[in-house]
C-alpha cells in the first residue's frame, strides 16, 4: 500500500502562484510515476502531471508554460508548480501514484484549489 498526502492549497487570485506538495509514505519502492489529477465540482477527473521515477516529465498540453512538475529532495515528494492562476484553475487536486503492477494505483484525498477575486 501507498499513502499519499496532498498539502498546499488554498485560495488565490487570479495571476498569483500556489505550489502544492505530496508526500507518499508506505511501499514506495513499488511506485514508478507519481502525478497530479484536478476535478472541478460536477466535473470529471482531468490529468494535470505527471513525473517518473527516473524523472520524465508529462504536462498536460494546456497548462504548459504555467505549470510544473518536479520531485523533491526526498524521492518520495512530489511538486506541483502553479503560475499565472486563473478562475477555470479552480478544482481539487489530487495526487496519484502508479504502482509498477499495471493498472494499480493509489489516491491522495485531495486539496482544494480556489482561484477567484
Known amino acids: 500500500q501507498v499513502q499519499l498526502v496532498e498539502s498546499g492549497g488554498g485560495s488565490v487570485q487570479p495571476g498569483d502562484s500556489l505550489r502544492l506538495t505530496c508526500v507518499a509514505s508506505?511501499?514506495?519502492?513499488?511506485?514508478?510515476?507519481m502525478g497530479w489529477y484536478r476535478q472541478a465540482p460536477g466535473g470529471q477527473r482531468d490529468f494535470v502531471a505527471q513525473?517518473?521515477?527516473?524523472?520524465?516529465?508529462q504536462i498536460d498540453d494546456s497548462l504548459k508554460g504555467r505549470f510544473t512538475i518536479s520531485r523533491g529532495n526526498a524521492q518520495n515528494t512530489v511538486n506541483l508548480q502553479m503560475t499565472a492562476l486563473r478562475p477555470e484553475d479552480t478544482a481539487m487536486y489530487f495526487c496519484?501514484?502508479?504502482?509498477?503492477?499495471?493498472?494499480?494505483?493509489?489516491w491522495g484525498q485531495g486539496t482544494q484549489v480556489t482561484v477567484s477575486s
Open positions: 513525473i517518473s521515477r527516473d524523472g520524465y516529465v
Open positions: 508506505g511501499s514506495i519502492s513499488s511506485v514508478y510515476l
Open positions: 496519484r501514484a502508479d504502482h509498477v503492477v499495471p493498472g494499480r494505483h493509489f
